[in-house]
């Protein structure tokens, strides 16, 4: 699916891990993928959701690589005006158990399912195919999507 396409409808876009790291470090296989979607967001056309699992695990390969302005790069991207931060609460750590025990999902992966079924977004992109299984969400697969 084309990804004008696929965010058609799509307000608020939860953002799991790996299309932020594929802009931030212009990856050659999914930038152009990953660069239109952000320019939507850039043109006030989506709204973009993150979580502090968003954050913390786009800040551990730049704090391995000890590339502390990247890391400092990421922080002021996933907590700028335009996008939405949203805390984990009690409702959202009950719901990621509850998708856990269902879907065998990984914690972070539920916690970041849960996260952006709370804070109602409409799509939820990642690479991440497995979470193509919980129902209830619209997930967008940055590998099937064409420019």
């Known amino acids: ?26 990856n050659p296989q999914f930038f152009d993928k990953v660069r239109v979607v952000f320019e939507a967001v850039d043109r006030e056309q989506i709204r973009v959701v993150v979580s502090p699992v968003t954050l913390a695990e786009c800040l551990v390969g730049a704090y ?6 990247v890391a400092n790069n990421f922080v002021q991207y996933l907590t700028q005006e335009d ?27 539920a916690l970041q399912v ?20 919980v129902p209830g969400i619209r997930v967008l697969i940055v590998g099937d999507l064409r420019i």
């Open 83 to 109: 996008t939405d931060f949203v805390q984990t609460t009690v409702v959202i750590a009950e719901l990621a158990a509850r998708l856990r025990a269902q879907y065998n999902l990984q914690m972070t992966d």
């Open 64 to 69: 391995q690589a000890k590339q502390i302005q």
């Open 114 to 133: 849960a996260t952006s079924i709370e804070a109602k977004c409409d799509a939820f992109l990642t690479n991440d195919v497995q979470l193509q299984r």
């Open 1 to 26: 699916m084309r990804i004008r396409e696929a965010l058609l409808g799509v307000n608020r876009l939860f953002l799991d891990t790996a299309p932020v790291i594929y802009l931030v470090e212009q």
